[in-house]
């Protein structure tokens, strides 16, 4: 047996609950990690609430958890490139609030000694869901992107992937998290009544494409506004929104390759010349899991929310 965080109906925070499950056992081609760290998404939240049943198939109880930072401790039939006492961080379909958690090797990468748990965990959602949104929305070096909630965990690495590509960002946050958007290279305006015009102050020679990662009511319309076009605004968090204004949503269980290698290589890539930021915004231990949704869901979120084991 192991510890895990789990719920057995859907609900608010109070649902999540540390209980004992089975020690998971990899299958092929995956590998069991003895997690010390784990990631903290919103689409951990809206799982838990029922409001992504349709997306996602799901038997009670599930375990959440999409990111894992740990040491390999056993390995499936098939794995070649990881061995037991490898470091590691991965993106496991569920399952990441444990003490023990399987990750497909397609969905894992070696951690570097330079790199902590902690910081390793803010990698896996965040990278891939950024290189997957820049390609899809189909941004090229030299043009101007407009991303809504651009300090949050996926922003901050979305931010610094596309500067690496040589894109222009201007990012909305609520007043306080200005100066970490600059530090990471972008254009802060905050977001609100009168933002169109805010934008096109920051960017007066246009906004090429938008992006939105934080759901909020009203920038969909906006974003197609001030990029001409509803093909050129993407939205990762608002579903329904995008169904109402013509909008791709693209949350990464739309049929799209995922990008985790690439992803992986981008983010490793930058921690390698020094530049990679993966900001903490609230670190907790497993046990306060409910907690930490708690903090999520109130929003203004500067970097990663974190569980340890």
């Known amino acids: 047996m192991t510890k895990a965080i789990s719920y057995s109906e859907f609900g608010g925070a109070d649902v999540l609950r540390l209980t004992d499950i089975d020690l998971p056992v990899p299958g092929p081609g995956q590998v069991r990690v003895a997690v010390r760290a784990a990631g903290v998404n919103p689409a951990d939240r809206r799982l838990r609430t029922g409001e992504l049943a349709g997306l996602f198939p799901f038997t009670f109880p599930i375990v959440p958890g999409f990111e894992v930072s740990g040491v390999v401790e056993a ?49 896996p959602t965040a990278a891939e869901t950024s290189e997957r949104a820049l390609d899809v929305l189909g941004v090229r070096p030299g043009e101007t992107l407009l991303v809504h909630g651009a300090a949050g965990g996926v922003g901050t690495v979305l931010l610094q992937f596309a500067r690496a590509r040589g894109i222009t960002v201007v990012g909305t946050a609520s007043e306080p998290n200005h100066a970490h958007l600059r530090e990471l290279g972008a254009i802060p ?25 934080a759901g909020r009511g009203g920038v969909l319309p906006l974003s197609i506004e001030l990029t001409g076009s509803a093909d050129r605004v993407l939205t990762i968090a608002d579903i ?13 269980a739309e049929g799209v390759e995922p990008y985790h290698r690439s992803a992986y290589a981008a ?16 670190v907790f231990p497993l046990a306060e899991a409910a907690e930490a949704h708690r903090v999520s869901e109130a929003g203004h979120v500067r970097g990663k929310i974190v569980l340890t084991v």
């Open 75 to 123: 390995v499936g039939a098939g794995v070649s490139g990881f061995a037991p006492g490898d470091e590691v961080f991965g993106a496991p379909m569920g399952g990441g609030y444990a003490e023990h958690a399987v990750v497909d090797v397609a969905r894992l990468a070696h951690k570097p000694a330079t790199l902590g748990w902690e910081e390793a965990v803010a990698i």
């Open 189 to 213: 305006v905050t977001y609100g009544e009168g933002l169109a015009e805010r934008v096109r102050a920051a960017a007066p020679g246009g906004v090429d494409r938008a992006l939105d990662a």
């Open 240 to 252: 329904e929104g995008a169904q109402e204004h013509g909008v791709r949503f693209n949350g990464g």
């Open 267 to 282: 983010a490793l890539a930058l921690h390698e010349a020094g530049t990679l930021r993966l900001p903490l915004h609230r």
